[in-house]
């Protein structure tokens, strides 16, 4: 019984885990003094299950989610920051987010990020090979490229499931 529960959560969460992806906070800059932060973040679309990551010369820079307010007047003293120089952040949930450094006066010069994260993106049904109106030349062999990574997922899933 427990085995069909656990397969029923990995199925359920499969699909919102293949479509994550990973977000390295200034690119190859990375997270430092003197990079524009809001324009990195500008055209970028942050969903719920993706990550953002903070690469920086751990000792030199730190990370601390805050809140707006304490966003615009950098405040550092809302919360513990995080300090590993890699540090890799899950957006669980959707909604504004406020990150900047607590050293020195890093974020009174810039070192501050602003990003709104939306909901999972829920994939659409493949449309249906023939539209409806007979074999239009289409063999019927194409699948979606989110029936494929479930089902990616799935036989990874199981594989473990055999493994152990």
């Keep these: 019984m427990a085995l069909k529960l656990a397969l029923f959560i990995a199925m359920a969460t499969v699909p919102a885990i293949v479509g994550a992806k990973d977000f390295i906070v ?26 953002i990551v903070f690469n920086y010369v751990k000792g030199k820079h730190n990370v601390l989610k805050v809140t707006g307010p304490a966003f615009r007047s950098c405040n550092k003293t809302v919360s513990s920051p995080l300090t590993t120089g890699n540090d890799k952040i899950e957006l669980t949930s959707a909604g504004r987010k406020w990150y900047i450094c607590a050293i020195g006066d890093h974020c009174e010069k810039g070192m501050k990020l602003f990003i709104d994260v939306d909901e999972a ?11 409806g109106k007979g074999n239009s030349g289409n063999s019927g062999n194409s699948i979606s490229s989110f029936t494929y990574s479930y089902l990616v997922g799935l036989a990874a899933i199981w594989a473990m499931v055999i493994m152990f």
């Design 26 to 51: 200034g690119d190859e800059e990375g997270w430092k003094v003197g990079v524009n932060y809001t324009e990195w973040a500008e055209d970028k679309e942050f969903r719920v299950g993706d990550r």
């Design 121 to 131: 993106e829920v994939p659409a049904p493949a449309p249906s090979p023939t539209g």
